[in-house]
């Protein structure tokens, strides 16, 4: 837990501890006188970077209850700042907390205001506070440390005055219904112990009577005093409260008691009469109402901000360190899984290599040699030789003596206009042939001899092997688009002439 | 809201510094972390691979022995004829000559080009298997056109390799009169492609 070091400042003396954790240590008194001042600058020295929590004990306070329109955020934070600065405006120490919302219709909400109105008080240690750069957490009025008491000795009375003895004096803090109402501090008169304890009975005896004029308790309530005994010397105050009180009760709590119910070591007791409220204050997280100017406690906001950085930091390390262990965690399994799966492998392996001592000699793989010689035989069916075209032109060409073949280009590959230069997909392969010839026809007889060619053309795609043909030129072209030009000479004087014509011959896939 | 004061930035910076620095390593050590876990995934479904496929051979092994026992036989014999490993040139060159002495031509010009990928692997469907061709242009002439057919058939009987024939092209020659018979009357230019198929790897060895 972090350290604390807790003060208590009273007009002439500041009592200082130092809270580690779970206990307090380095008690010590300063008065406020200049050799003690310097003590206190020493001892300061020895808790760099120590955030300092100030309690103020004090008979120039003053605490007051209103209650405000119920309100939140930013507009309860401007109506108290307005109301604060209403009500102390010759002092920086103040400060409010919510104690209540009423039950009446408005559900209004009820503030306890609280200051220290001379701040003289605080100044030299203030003073020397600075010079040490110790981050302050805050100025708390020390009736509300006290309260701190009320649930550890679990106090349940409905009327509670609360009695100690401090450095400043007699402290009385009246509580009702486990709520902050009303504190004063007397101060103690240097005189005889009897004279004191006396003293002492009769505050508590008049504040009773305030607390009744004030309407804050009746008359025939019964308030129960307890009264912390830190140093064994109020044990006949209680009989003194008492005497001849018929609505008094008092409870001693004596130091032993202090100690094993609080927890605060009787070393520490035995220092300061201070001691029991400034172990209060170092177990507390932080009392709701800090009188401290913003200014003063930039220091420890400053402090606030970089432990809460240095926490996400923390967070962040560690979260990334859970989740890299984890991750780690997985290659391990993974490893462990994979090495595991490798032994597998390389007992099926070994189990293989056994059963291929039985096998035959072979020149490569079963699978290597069973593709190889499917393919072979895939390619050797596939490939032809140009006879059966040759036997289908012939066939047809026996049929038109007047026709001869004086070229032909035969191609055997993928159907289509490019051939065997096509795509690489898988597709049909075909034979092909682009045949040159020419008709011995008498001129001028295109008729005869065009319908010829068309006639041959016809015979060829009849035959059964031949899935497409066609005339691919004519000895004419007569397209609309084209020139046409010739001679009509007298017919018996000219020879009979010779026409060129192409023909594209295609058979069916398989042949 | 106040701003930043001096005081506020040096006191500041030195836990912001830390922050930056955890988060750097942090983001550094997890990429770091979750790649290693990656890589790790991989080693498993890669052992995963090999033990199916390791077990698939122990399964498959009768198979696998039958297959060896019907197919060892006729891949020795393709290898013998050549069409197996490597491209035997000169047998095919000295298969043309024979070719051509025993159908009686004038002589075969030959062209043979450099090695490629066979042109019909999908017709086929030798998927990986790697199969080759080089194509040969032969330009002869004939007596009449059944000398080619003869020639093809003279030139397969040689059982130096497996070809195929692409191309063919046929064109009728003038005939001199003055010259007595067996003067070639057409010529022609072929295109044949030699189809190859490559050995294993040594390093695929044996089954």
Not at chain 1, 234 to 240: E, Y
Not at chain 1, 312 to 322: N, R, Y
């Amino acid at each position: 837990m972090a350290r604390k070091l807790v003060l208590c400042a009273s007009p002439s003396h500041l009592s200082a501890g130092l809270w580690t954790g779970r206990r307090l240590s380095a008690v010590h008194g300063f008065s406020n006188a200049e050799p003690d001042q310097q003590a206190f600058a020493t001892f300061l020295r020895a808790a760099r970077g120590v955030p300092v929590y100030l309690m103020a004990d004090t008979v120039d306070e003053d605490y007051r209850f209103e209650t405000l329109p119920h309100a939140f955020g930013k507009d309860r934070r401007d109506m108290l700042e307005r109301k604060l600065k209403q009500l102390y405006r010759s002092t920086p120490f103040f400060g409010a907390q919510l104690t209540q919302r009423e039950d009446a219709k408005r559900r209004d909400d009820r503030y306890l205001f609280a200051a220290v109105t001379n701040t003289e008080l605080f100044d030299p240690w203030l003073r020397i506070l600075s010079a040490s750069q110790l981050p302050i957490a805050g100025v708390f009025p020390l009736p509300l440390v006290t309260l701190g008491l009320i649930k550890q000795l679990e106090l349940k009375e409905q009327n509670l005055l609360l009695v100690s003895r401090h450095e400043a004096g007699v402290r009385q803090t009246f509580v009702k219904d486990g709520r902050f109402r009303i504190s004063r501090l007397t101060p103690l008169r240097a005189s005889g112990s009897g004279s004191t304890l006396e003293s002492s009975a009769e505050e508590v005896r008049n504040t009773r009577m305030y607390l009744d004029a004030l309407n804050v308790t009746h008359v025939d309530e019964m308030l129960h005093v307890v009264i912390l005994d830190q140093d064994d010397s109020l044990a006949a105050l209680p009989d003194m409260v008492v005497h001849g009180r018929r609505n008094l009760r008092a409870v001693r709590i004596p130091p032993h008691e202090i100690t094993n119910r609080i927890g605060v070591d009787s070393t520490a007791l035995s220092a300061s009469p201070d001691a029991l409220h400034l172990f209060l204050l170092g177990q507390q997280k932080a009392p709701a109402l800090n009188m401290a100017p913003p200014a003063l406690t930039s220091g420890y906001t400053r402090l606030q901000i970089s432990r809460g950085v240095y926490a996400l930091s923390g967070a962040a390390g560690l979260l990334a360190a859970a989740w890299c262990g984890f991750n780690l965690y997985n290659v391990m399994g993974l490893e462990d899984e994979a090495h595991q799966i490798s032994l597998k492998t390389h007992q099926e392996q070994s189990h293989y290599q056994e059963i291929t001592r039985s096998f035959p000699p072979s020149p490569a793989a079963a699978s290597r040699l069973q593709t190889t010689v499917e393919v072979s035989e895939r390619i050797s069916t596939m490939g032809r030789f140009p006879d059966t075209m040759f036997r289908v032109i012939s066939a047809e060409l026996d049929k038109y003596p007047a026709m001869r073949l004086t070229s032909l280009r035969w191609k055997y590959g993928r159907s289509g206009p490019e051939g065997s230069s096509g795509s690489a997909g898988a597709t049909a392969l075909s034979q092909s042939a682009l045949l040159a010839m020419e008709l011995t026809a008498q001129p001028g007889d295109f008729k005869s001899a065009l319908a010829n060619i068309n006639s041959f053309v016809r015979d060829l795609s009849k035959n059964e092997n031949v899935a497409d043909a066609k005339v691919a030129k004519m000895p004419l072209n007569l397209s609309s688009s084209a020139t046409l030009t010739g001679s009509t000479a007298s017919l018996r004087q000219e020879q009979p002439q010779s026409a060129q014509f192409d023909v594209e011959i295609r058979l069916k896939p398989g042949v | 809201m106040r701003s930043l004061s001096s005081r506020d930035v040096r006191a500041l910076f030195q836990p912001t510094l830390v922050l930056v620095i955890v988060i750097i390593v942090s983001i550094f050590a997890l990429r770091y972390t979750a790649a290693a876990v990656k890589r790790a995934q991989q080693g498993v479904a890669a052992q995963e691979r090999l033990l199916v496929e390791a077990r698939k051979k122990v399964q498959q092994s009768d198979q696998e022995k039958n297959a060896i026992e019907r197919y060892v036989e006729p891949y020795t014999e393709l290898e013998r004829a050549g069409i197996v490993g490597d491209e035997k040139r000169i047998s095919w060159i000295d298969a043309l000559r024979t070719a051509n002495s025993e159908v009686d031509l004038y002589g075969v010009e030959y062209e043979l080009e450099p090695q490629q990928a066979y042109a019909f692997k999908a017709e086929v469907a030798a998927d990986s298997l790697p199969v080759h061709q080089s194509v040969m242009k032969l330009r002869f002439e004939l007596l009449h056109e059944g000398d080619l057919l003869h020639f093809f058939q003279a030139l397969a009987a040689q059982k130096v390799g497996r070809f195929t024939v692409n191309e063919c092209k046929l064109q009728r020659l003038a005939v001199n009169l003055a010259i007595p018979v067996n003067q070639p009357t057409l010529k022609a230019e072929c295109e044949v492609a030699w189809i190859t198929i490559a050995g294993p790897a040594p390093e695929e060895g044996k089954s």
